[in-house]
């Protein structure tokens, strides 16, 4: 879907212009990752929450994610300061992640990569599904 995009976060209380509130897609560090076939995509959530220490993940976001028992998919977000893989994975409950429902998987990786061949080299050297 896409990376690129130089825009204020999606946030009521983002300042259009203040770089305090860029989204983080304006930085380059995001990305969108849209899908028809939702089996596709928790293939591709589980293998990037088992390689989040190895490609230094920040944050991912599963908008579709419907839990056990809930009345509505509100998704299910991990981030990095939960802990790594699974440990960081928090099932939402309510409306905290802003699309529910949306058919992508949104992935933010740390800028602490000293380039796009270091990342790219990371990438390589994982086994994929």
């Not at 976060?9 to 897609?25: C, F, Q, R, T, Y």
Request: one cysteine or more; a positive charge.
């Amino acid at each position: 879907m896409g990376i690129y995009s130089n825009r204020t976060m999606k946030n009521p209380k983002a300042i259009e212009g203040d770089p305090k509130w860029l989204s983080v897609h304006a930085t380059g560090w995001a990305c969108d990752i849209g899908y028809t076939d939702r089996k596709v995509a928790l293939i591709a959530w589980d293998w990037l929450i088992a390689h989040t220490a190895e490609l230094r993940i920040a944050e991912i976001h599963d908008y579709a994610y419907k839990a056990p028992g809930a009345t509505k998919a509100w998704g299910r977000s991990y981030r990095c300061s939960r802990g790594e893989g699974v440990k960081g994975v928090k099932v939402q409950t309510g409306p905290a992640l802003g699309s529910p429902g949306g058919k992508w998987l949104h992935v933010e990786i740390e800028n602490t990569w000293a380039s796009a061949e270091e990342f790219q080299a990371a990438w390589k050297a994982i086994p994929k599904p």
